[in-house]
């Protein structure tokens, strides 16, 4: 999700949310930030109307990022609507053309923000075990959302990355690893399909 956001950003203003309750996002980034989800949620809920996004964005690589949450306990006690909702705030104060949601394994996320999901990517693993999980996941959501099947969930098999460095500079490599290609891939024949729609309409 991150690689494809930073090829997307390169394009258009873009933002990146990472849901999962232990990223290492934080440290793969280098850097101590004190704001991250966690922090913006509070403030949000304080002050909806009045809060200044701009202090708990950080950008990499022309990528808008919020850091995912410090206390994972505010994901699952936080009505996933909220997040929603704090979503749609942050594109109409920010004009972002494009949002990557990197959802994992909440499922109550997932189900909230299906209305506002144009494509809806499945990574999977050749293995048993990662195909079955991709089986019960597209189970549920179609049991879920009747129309769920507008979306086209796609699964993909993500290569391994074998970036050429670590630390910070480890997200900047997967640009130009095999997992970057794939995503340019995947970007590139994403834009093609909507142009050839467009052309159609």
């Not at 991250?36 to 949000?44: G, V």
Request: a negative charge; charged letters at 25%; glycine letters at 6%.
């Amino acid at each position: 999700c991150l690689t494809l956001g930073q090829l997307i950003a390169a394009e258009k203003s873009t933002l990146y949310m990472n849901f999962d309750p232990c990223s290492a996002l934080p440290d793969l980034l280098g850097e101590d930030n004190d704001k991250d989800l966690s922090d913006l949620l509070y403030a949000f809920s304080a002050d909806d109307a009045g809060t200044d996004f701009s202090a708990f964005i950080r950008n990499f690589h022309g990528l808008d990022i919020i850091c995912p949450v410090r206390l994972q306990e505010d994901l699952y006690r936080t009505d996933p609507e909220k997040f929603v909702f704090l979503t749609r705030e942050l594109v109409r104060s920010r004009g972002y053309h494009a949002v990557i949601l990197d959802l994992g394994c909440g499922l109550r996320l997932t189900e909230a923000f299906l209305p506002l999901i144009s494509k809806l990517f499945i990574p999977t693993r050749k293995d048993a075990v990662s195909g079955g999980k991709a089986v019960r996941f597209r189970d549920w959501l179609f049991r879920i959302r009747e129309d769920a099947g507008a979306l086209d969930p796609e699964e993909i098999t993500l290569p391994l990355a074998h970036p050429f460095v670590s630390g910070k500079n480890y997200l900047g490599q997967l640009l130009w690893s095999e997992l970057g290609d794939y995503a340019r891939s995947l970007y590139e024949r994403e834009l093609c399909i909507r142009r050839s729609r467009k052309s159609c309409i």
